[in-house]
């Protein structure tokens, strides 16, 4: 993979953090919201971290298996097909079905870590992440290396997966902590009960996108 090809693929998955962070779904308003209530801006920041936390665990969770299996030269290929399909899928059904599990309206507040990665795996994020993961795990080894560097692929793609979810979940962090503390600090509750914005549909097209985009990347 060119250099110039890789680098663009690690500033999309940071620009999708940012856009993961902004999106009000991703739980940000939670952090205004505690930090209105306790009269402290540190509260919001204490808010937004494990917030964060959720959202990398469950990038991980999606991520790893993938790379992990990617590593095989003999299924990248494939792999990277039905990544594409089933973003892509996922993305239509979130368009269709916009409808929010009803279990997570039933998880305390204060459960902030295990709300964000429920939140996030209920809402495909780390699918949108995958098509970029898998081109990025993406081995370029000819077949007649593939035994001698075999043992070293499959650690390579995790810790690749690894890196993916951790930039991805800073710059979440820094997009959504920036949005929290500025609703906070400047706009107040009165922005959250009037001024509300629903990103479900874009959200959704944005994982067709993501989809269709692995799937080309794929055919490469």
């Not at 919001?44 to 990398?56: D, K, R, S």
């Not at 509750?189 to 001024?195: A, G, P, T």
Request: aromatic share 10%.
């Amino acid at each position: 993979m060119a250099q110039e090809s890789t680098l663009g693929l690690w500033l999309i998955v940071a620009g999708l953090g940012a856009y993961h962070g902004v999106n009000p779904a991703m739980g940000w308003p939670l952090a205004v919201a505690n930090g209105l209530s306790e009269q402290r801006g540190r509260a919001v920041f204490e808010t937004v971290l494990p917030l964060a936390a959720g959202h990398l665990l469950a990038m991980a969770a999606v991520l790893l298996p993938f790379a992990a299996l990617s590593r095989f030269i003999e299924w990248n290929h494939a792999l990277r097909l039905a990544a594409g399909t089933l973003v892509l899928a996922f993305g239509v059904y979130r368009l269709v079905v916009r409808r929010h599990p009803r279990a997570l309206a039933r998880i305390a507040p204060t459960r902030l870590v295990w709300w964000s990665f429920l939140m996030a795996t209920a809402h495909g994020a780390a699918l949108m992440l995958l098509p970029i993961t898998l081109s990025l795990c993406s081995p370029n080894v000819a077949p007649d290396e593939q035994h001698a560097v075999m043992s070293g692929l499959l650690a390579s793609g995790g810790f690749t997966a690894a890196l993916v979810a951790a930039v991805h979940t800073a710059a979440l962090l820094a997009a959504g902590s920036a949005m929290a503390w500025t609703v906070y600090r400047y706009v107040g509750l009165k922005f959250l009960r009037q001024s509300w914005f629903d990103l479900d549909r874009l959200w959704a097209a944005s994982l067709i996108v993501a989809g269709v985009a692995g799937l080309l990347m794929a055919r490469s």
